[in-house]
């Protein structure tokens, strides 16, 4: 397990730190940008290049590429539902998405404006959709990114400390346990274990926001 574990986590530290931080920063774009989040696994990547991080410069300058990264496909996804909003969601693709998830999306935001934009960083589906419906509703851009850049930067802390604090404590058992590699394993696993159950409670928290229209009150799409 050892072995295996080492190879892998040298593969990833033997590619140049500015190439894998520009690559982190690219993926995570595509993700939050208009519904390639449903294809691209930035997250994935985002962990995966964590841990390699070497020193504060290089955690960072890694965070800073998520943030940077997010911001900017988030803000494309509302730039594309602002000017061709109605012709993405009548494409092919948006039809794979189904006219349920599109209304569950316009609801939950309806009902719950910014807060709406803070949470769907965090949770499936949404974070590739909201962005793209805040464009389409009457919410201004500086409401949507100041809710936007909290999440963003707060999920993109969360997930490169834990991959470099993963990584880090696997290289320093490593020479001395032989089931090291299975602590690395651990601390991942039970990363993605709190992730995937803290996006349940969101999820659920939130269904009955998303399955039924808004209170028609314009204010809590647009208060600027």
């Not at 590619?15 to 997250?43: F, Q």
């Not at 509703?137 to 802390?157: E, G, K, N, Q």
């Not at 690395?184 to 969101?202: Q, S, W």
Request: charged share 15%.
């Amino acid at each position: 397990m050892n072995e295996i574990l080492s190879w892998l986590l040298d593969v990833v530290q033997s590619v140049d730190p500015v190439l894998r931080t520009l690559l982190a920063g690219v993926a995570i774009l595509l993700e939050t940008s208009v519904l390639v989040g449903l294809i691209v696994p930035g997250d994935t990547v985002v962990i995966v290049a964590s841990t390699a991080v070497e020193g504060p410069a290089q955690f960072v300058g890694l965070v800073a590429a998520v943030v940077i990264g997010s911001l900017v496909g988030e803000s494309i996804g509302f730039a594309l539902g602002r000017y061709f909003g109605p012709r993405i969601r009548a494409s092919r693709l948006g039809s794979k998405i189904g006219a349920r998830q599109w209304v569950r999306a316009e609801n939950y935001l309806d009902r719950r404006g910014g807060i709406a934009v803070f949470i769907s960083r965090f949770l499936p589906v949404l974070h590739s959709l909201i962005p793209l419906t805040v464009g389409m509703s009457t919410m201004s851009y500086r409401r949507f990114i100041s809710w936007t850049i909290p999440a963003c930067v707060l999920w993109s802390v969360t997930y490169v400390s834990v991959g470099s604090a993963a990584a880090g404590t696997y290289r320093q058992l490593a020479d001395q346990l032989h089931y090291a590699g299975y602590i690395f394993v651990g601390i991942i696993a039970a990363f993605l274990a709190i992730a995937y159950a803290v996006k349940v409670v969101l999820k659920r928290t939130q269904e009955r926001h998303m399955n039924r229209p808004g209170d028609g009150d314009a204010n809590t799409i647009d208060v600027d």
